[in-house]
């Protein structure tokens, strides 16, 4: 039997997860509510929160898969990327437990757990599998070969998917994080109201600044007209804004799935949360006989299962580290 713990610190969620045998038993994700407030993540308050929430998040995490301590074979901790203050407390914490119970110590890439979450349950996609995983720091087309054998083909040039929905929410006055905000509003909205512009660059890139900045100027010009023009407009201003996103995306995918020629197609991220990607994805699939794979929303925002079931996969292989292993704010993936 191998029982390993994960840990999730990258950015702004204090995650433990208890995987036994590969099937994910206990998910524990504290959020860090302070961020609203200040429009964004906090480096500096992220990691002070960190550092509260960790052990409370752990000891629950253990207690709800109803083991002790003692029962821990290995440790699986995020090594980035991230924000570093975040993932030094993340990395601590798994390095001084790993010390004292004499286990296994095993770095994960944060990319890659975003990606091997499609491994916690059924249906589970075949390699070679292409992800598109897009979160508020990442946008990427990867061709998964194998679990830690994965090809970057396509990334941003510029904003993440994420930050594009997070930084049009703040030029319609909606709090942080918006990109579940607009999600909402889009499903009342008319994704046609707007003309917003698909960006025009080459191979299997993205880049969402131009999209931002058109939405900056429709929205000083409107208001110019009509101060109440938000107000009037919002559900049609969020279902285009969500409509564009989710085009530029997919656009990129199919082309992607058209020069691979892979037919598995998955998404991972908190992006992948969103109703209209998940919708348009669907069909997309069906009219281009792909098989099609989603996460469960639990494990497309940043959570410890993903750290732990790669984890897992790493135990299998004896892949473990030292103890003087350092996280990077920097990773491939
Ligand atoms: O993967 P994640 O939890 O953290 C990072 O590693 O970045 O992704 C967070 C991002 C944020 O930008 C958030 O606005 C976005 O995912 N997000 C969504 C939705 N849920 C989360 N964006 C659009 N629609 C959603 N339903
Ligand atoms: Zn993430």
Redesign the pocket.
């Known amino acids: 039997m191998a029982v390993i713990l994960g840990i999730e610190s990258?950015?702004d969620?204090t995650s433990a997860s208890i995987c036994i045998d590969g099937e994910i038993r206990s998910n524990i994700i504290a959020t860090q509510a302070i961020h609203a407030k200040y429009g964004g993540v906090v480096p500096e308050l992220a990691s002070r929160a960190h550092q509260q929430n960790i052990i409370p998040t752990v000891d629950q995490a253990i207690q709800q898969a109803k083991i002790t301590k003692n029962d821990v074979d290995a440790v699986a901790f995020t090594r980035g990327p991230?924000l570093l203050g975040s993932l030094l407390v993340g990395t601590s914490f798994a390095k001084s437990f790993a010390l004292a119970r004499q286990i296994p110590l095993i770095e994960v890439n944060?990319m890659q757990a975003?990606i091997l979450a499609h491994f916690i349950d059924e249906p589970k996609p075949n390699f070679p599998f292409l992800c598109l995983t897009?979160?508020?720091?990442?946008t990427q087309i990867v061709l998964v070969k194998d679990y830690f054998d994965m090809e970057l083909i396509g990334q941003t040039l510029d904003d993440?998917?994420?930050?594009a929905?997070?930084k049009t929410?703040k030029i319609l006055n909606l709090p942080y994080?918006?990109?579940?905000l607009?999600?909402?509003y889009a499903q009342q909205g008319d994704s046609k109201a707007f003309a917003l512009p698909e960006p025009n660059i080459p191979d299997l890139n993205f880049s969402f600044s131009g999209l931002k900045t058109a939405i900056l100027y429709l929205v000083q010009g409107e208001l110019k007209k009509n101060p109440s023009f938000l107000d009037d407009h919002l559900y049609d201003l969020c279902a285009s804004v969500?409509d564009r996103i989710v085009s530029i995306l997919l656009n990129k995918l199919r082309k992607a799935a058209k020069i691979t020629g892979v037919k598995d197609v998955a998404i991972a991220?908190?992006?992948s949360?969103?109703?209209?990607?998940r919708k348009s994805l669907y069909e997309m699939g069906e009219k281009y006989k792909w098989k099609v794979f989603i996460p469960k929303f639990e494990y497309?925002?940043?959570n410890a299962a993903m750290i732990a079931i790669a984890g897992y996969h790493k135990y299998l292989k004896g892949e473990f580290v030292e103890q003087d292993i350092a996280p990077l704010a920097r990773l491939n993936v």
């Open positions: 990258s950015c969620e991230g944060h975003h897009v979160s508020g720091g990442h993440a998917a994420g930050e929905f997070d929410a994080p918006g990109g579940p607009i999600d909402k969500q991220g908190g992006v949360a969103n109703s209209g990607l497309c925002t940043d």
